[in-house]
């Protein structure tokens, strides 16, 4: 069975710092990845995905992932955060194999910002 | 483009009262639809999953059951709550026959009483 794990539970990040938030995947064959932000009382916002092709995706928001196979993971990443990046953010594996399962989360990093 | 609704927003029940949360997609045609509960510090749990009109599937056993009565319309529901029903619920859809990205809508804050 597929697994993601976020090592991170909430990570403290000051604005305009680089930010990476880790994910690691356990999966048999080559995933589909997902990173998803939440905002309180919300739903959840795609930021970026990855089926195959370049390793590295960009997103909304400024925010970019590497797909690195050899260490099973897909690390989200940004230059220089926003006040308003603070969130929590999920990344997440889908079924490469076509069905039509739902996706399987990560329990989440939750982003804090300092002024 | 497409849109997805979940009502109420919020809902406060009593233990053993039933439950029915509503979800629709628009500008989508045979969607696949999810439900999950999102309970504190523990990510999302897929609850349901249907792939079209009447086919319901189920992942974890449970207290509650859905239904599909139209191609865009997915509900949750129970006969009786629990307090451990308590959660935030996302409705969520993607693209019919393929498990890509998917959309969700802005949850339903259930808490028992």
């Known amino acids: 069975a597929q697994s993601v794990t976020q090592p991170d539970i909430h990570i403290t990040v000051s604005e305009g710092a680089s930010l990476e938030l880790r994910c690691n995947y356990s999966?048999?064959?080559?995933?589909?990845l997902f990173w998803y932000v939440q905002s309180p009382g919300q739903g959840l916002q795609l930021l970026l995905k990855y089926f195959s092709g370049d390793t590295l995706v960009q997103g909304i928001k400024g925010f970019e992932a590497e797909f690195k196979r050899s260490q099973s993971s897909f690390n989200l990443r940004k230059p220089s955060v926003h006040w308003s990046d603070a969130a929590e953010y999920f990344c997440?594996?889908?079924?490469?194999?076509?069905?039509?399962?739902?996706?399987?989360f990560g329990k989440g990093t939750h982003l804090i910002i300092q002024p | 483009s497409q849109t997805i609704h979940q009502w109420p927003a919020t809902l406060v029940q009593p233990v053993g009262s039933p439950l029915s949360l509503e979800c629709t997609v628009e500008?989508?045609?045979?969607?696949?639809l999810y439900w999950y509960r999102q309970a504190a510090g523990r990510g999302l749990q897929l609850l349901f999953y249907?792939?079209?009109?009447?086919?319901i599937s189920s992942e974890v056993p449970q207290n509650l059951s859905a239904s599909r009565p139209q191609d865009r319309q997915f509900i949750l529901s129970s006969k009786k709550l629990l307090l451990s029903d308590s959660g935030f619920y996302l409705c969520a859809w993607s693209v019919g026959g393929t498990s890509y990205e998917q959309y969700f809508g802005p949850g339903t804050r259930l808490t028992v009483t």
């Open positions: 249907s792939v079209g009109i009447g086919q």
């Open positions: 500008g989508t045609s045979n969607p696949n």
């Open positions: 999966y048999g064959a080559t995933p589909y």
């Open positions: 997440a594996v889908g079924d490469s194999g076509g069905g039509a399962d739902g996706l399987t």
